[in-house]
Structures are given as C-alpha cells and as structure tokens.
C-alpha cells in the first residue's frame, strides 16, 4: 500500500471512530449512563450548552445528567457530522434533533429542540474523545416547562453561530 493509501485508510478509520463516539453520546444521554461519558468526552473537557445549561465540566455534566428529575425521557437524534482530522485532532459539526418528555404536564408533555453541536476532538491514549463541545440550539417546539424553563432556552441564532 502507498503512503498515500495508508493515510486514506488511516482518516476513514478515525471518521469511523469519531462517529461512533458521537453516537455514544447520544447513547448515553437516553439511558442516563453517567459512565459512558468517560468514553466520550476527555476529563478536562468544556462544555459549552450556552442558554440551555452554561458551561461545564465533563464531572458537573456526569452529575447534572445523574441527577436529572425534570424530564422523564429523552432522545437524541443526530445527523450525519462533518468530520475534519488533523493528524491527532479533529473537529465536527453534528446536527441535532433532541425530544425531552415530561409526563406529569401532559397533555403538553414535550419539548423538542433542534440545532448543532460544534466539537473538538483529540486522541488521547489512543481513543479519539471530545475535548470541547459547543451547543448552538436555533429552534424548539412544544412546552418550555419540560425542560424547567419558562422560554425556550436556545443560545444562539443561526447567524451568530460562527461569532
């Protein structure tokens, strides 16, 4: 195989490996699997949820899901990221569309939020994990109080995304 090849071979492997840790998350998140957020994001990771939770640590983010009593379920659906490799880093951009259920407000029991997550990645010990994550929420439907707020808390408008 050309040196060409093996580096070909090489960024279809970390694009592969990068996808899977993306949908970990989405995996992790449903299932309130604290644990698996070791898999996905790095110890000293920053995670920027803007209006929706503020910026945290992959520690806080681990507590803040284990002890998420507001929604009684939720799914994360996330389209096909932009993936950049760079030797050892990477950067994506994944689209996401997220349902959070609450049942006790039925009949206005859903919030369903829409917009992208921005995420550096860097392999450490050889696992590619999130370093940074950036939520940039541009839209939402149903009822703010599903997820404890009054207003929707989307952080961003798609123009000022790139700000």
Request: hydrophobic share 40%.
């Given at each position: 195989?050309?040196?060409?090849?093996?580096?070909?071979?090489?960024?279809?492997?970390?694009?592969?490996?990068?996808?899977?840790?993306?949908?970990?998350?989405?995996?992790?998140?449903?299932?309130r699997?604290?644990a698996?957020?070791?898999?996905?994001?790095?110890?000293?990771?920053?995670?920027?949820?803007?209006?929706f939770?503020?910026?945290?640590?992959?520690?806080?983010?681990?507590d803040?899901i284990?002890?998420?009593?507001y929604?009684?379920s939720?799914?994360?659906?996330?389209?096909?990221?932009?993936?950049?490799?760079?030797?050892?880093?990477?950067?994506?951009r994944?689209?996401?569309a997220?349902q959070?259920?609450r049942?006790?407000?039925?009949?206005?029991?859903?919030?369903?939020?829409?917009?992208?997550?921005?995420?550096?990645?860097?392999?450490?010990?050889?696992?590619?994990?999130?370093?940074?994550?950036?939520?940039?929420g541009?839209?939402?439907?149903?009822?703010?109080?599903?997820?404890?707020?009054?207003?929707?808390?989307?952080?961003?408008?798609?123009?000022?995304?790139?700000?």
């Amino acid at each position: 195989m050309s040196d060409i090849d093996a580096s070909r071979a090489q960024r279809a492997i970390d694009r592969t490996e990068i996808q899977y840790v993306l949908s970990r998350y989405s995996v992790a998140i449903d299932t309130r699997d604290v644990a698996m957020f070791d898999t996905v994001f790095s110890e000293d990771a920053e995670l920027d949820f803007g209006g929706f939770r503020g910026v945290m640590t992959r520690a806080q983010f681990k507590d803040r899901i284990a002890n998420l009593t507001y929604v009684d379920s939720t799914q994360h659906l996330m389209g096909l990221p932009t993936i950049d490799v760079d030797g050892d880093r990477a950067t994506t951009r994944t689209y996401f569309a997220s349902q959070h259920v609450r049942d006790s407000l039925a009949p206005h029991h859903t919030m369903l939020i829409g917009g992208w997550y921005d995420d550096a990645f860097e392999r450490i010990g050889g696992e590619w994990l999130i370093t940074s994550r950036r939520v940039t929420g541009v839209w939402a439907q149903g009822n703010p109080a599903v997820m404890g707020a009054e207003e929707f808390m989307g952080n961003r408008r798609p123009q000022d995304a790139a700000a």
